[in-house]
Nanobody, 118 residues
Framework: QVHLVESGGGLVEAGGSLRLSCAEA????????MGWFRQAPGKEREFVAA????????YYGDAVRGRFTITADDANLTIYLQMNDLKPEGTAVYYC???????????WGQGTQVTVTS
């Protein structure tokens, strides 16, 4: 069973940066791509970014392209999301997903809160 461990959320002012990480705790489960989604209050969950384990291709949602960078650490089955120039509309719970480019998506992490103040 996949167990994802997320960290790195918090409170930041607009224009600031945060880095999220997500690790597959067992270190054994590997899909095509891991990634991040986010859900703001009253809104649907939206795709943020994903990275493939093979070739490290990166995919981004339109709202974050150019400001966020996703990277994958093969050895530790961990992905990182560097979030720069954060905006108040980025306030949401960010969820890691083990199979982010599949439909339906794979297993979810518990979520980490990101709050961006103006």
């Amino acid at each position: 069973q996949v167990h994802l461990v997320e960290s790195g959320g918090g409170l930041v002012e607009a224009g600031g940066s945060l880095r999220l990480s997500c690790a597959e705790a067992g270190g054994r489960f590997r899909t095509y791509a891991m990634g991040w989604f986010r859900q703001a209050p009253g809104k649907e969950r939206e795709f943020v970014a994903a990275a493939t384990w093979t070739g490290h291709s990166q995919y981004y949602g339109d709202a974050v392209r150019g400001r966020f960078t996703i990277t994958a650490d093969d050895a530790n089955l961990t992905i990182y999301l560097q979030m720069n120039d954060l905006k108040p509309e980025g306030t949401a719970v960010y969820y890691c997903n083990a199979d982010a480019l599949s439909s339906p998506a794979g297993a979810w992490g518990q979520g980490t809160q990101v709050t961006v103040t103006s």
